[in-house]
């Protein structure tokens, strides 16, 4: 059997539409569609499962987000799979030119058996991109806001923009990565990345390894800049040149890392926003 967990609310409430594509991949074979939506804990599934029977994700990077950090502690003997739809898929791009697809599907197994953990908030959840702190919690915090409003596709970068020129405003913040502190002045953005893309396609940390054997994850800090300053630097994130600007921007690899901004700020987990954050954490060891 093939349980396949869909989100009819990825790829901006089409995620439904990939049920015809999945049918013509298994051919004829038991399949069972879940609404992702409709399952409190993914966890909960497993135990109706056969060791041979195969699981299938189907949404984006909201959806195994979610599921990863549901199934984690159980450690399921079972094939997973990722169909991508969603739409932003920055897992995707960031593993698509390493691994073998099998028929169209992502082998998950080996990219969501050690994941890195977030604590902000009094949540505690695994995420397989990163957090995002400063203007990408606002961009997500925004996008939230025009979603509630309207059905129109959400262009971050047009957000992205509007935070620079006003939207949002910069702040002080300390670092600290496995044990050593450091203070930054007027930052812009300090996320904490497994993986290299998040955003829809932003390469914010290109040196980061999300398979690396020393399990690190990579915080950057774009700090002590001038609007037009990012706005020059700003284009290059999405082929991961902005790194060359070691003036404004700086990155730390380690597996302890809390960020500690001086006001409230929005804050991402994959996509997911939490508002009114002050400080975070991220453990992975």
């Known amino acids: 059997m093939i349980y396949v967990f869909f989100n009819p609310l990825s790829n901006n409430k089409k995620g439904s539409h990939a049920e ?3 049918r013509k991949i298994f051919n004829g074979r038991d399949v069972e569609f879940v609404d992702i939506t409709t399952v409190k804990n ?5 135990a109706r499962m056969k060791a041979d029977d195969e699981v299938v994700i189907s949404g984006g990077d909201g959806t195994l987000t979610r599921f990863a950090d549901d199934i984690y502690d159980i450690k399921p003997v079972q094939k997973i799979f990722l169909y991508p739809c969603g739409s932003g898929n920055d897992f995707f791009n960031d593993i ?4 073998q697809l099998e028929n169209k599907l992502i082998p998950l197994n080996k990219y969501i058996e ?15 991109n990163g957090i995002g702190y400063g203007i990408d919690g606002y961009c997500c915090e925004e996008g939230d806001r025009i979603r509630a409003v309207s059905d129109r596709k959400v262009n971050y970068t047009l957000i992205a923009l ?9 702040c002080n913040a300390k670092i600290t990565v496995d044990g050593v502190s450091k203070v930054y002045r007027k930052v812009w953005l300090a996320p904490t990345m497994i993986g290299r893309y998040y955003g829809g396609g932003m390469q914010i940390t290109p040196m980061q ?13 774009c700090h002590s800049a001038s609007v037009i300053k990012i706005l020059t630097v700003f284009p290059k994130i999405y082929k991961g040149n902005h790194v060359n600007h070691t003036e404004i921007l700086e990155f730390r690899a380690g597996h302890d890392v809390t960020v500690e901004f001086e006001r409230p700020t929005a804050l991402q987990i994959d996509g997911e926003t ?11 060891n």
Do not use: M, W
């Open 20 to 22: 015809s594509d999945l």
């Open 42 to 46: 993914a966890s909960q599934e497993f």
């Open 96 to 99: 698509k030119g390493t691994c």
């Open 114 to 128: 050690s994941l890195p953990e977030v604590s902000v908030n009094g949540i505690k959840r695994h995420f397989i």
């Open 162 to 170: 509007k935070g620079l020129l006003g939207g949002y405003h910069p």
């Open 209 to 221: 390894n999300r398979l690396n054997e020393e399990k690190t994850v990579t915080c950057g800090v």
């Open 274 to 284: 939490i508002r009114n954050v002050t400080s975070y954490t991220v453990r992975y």
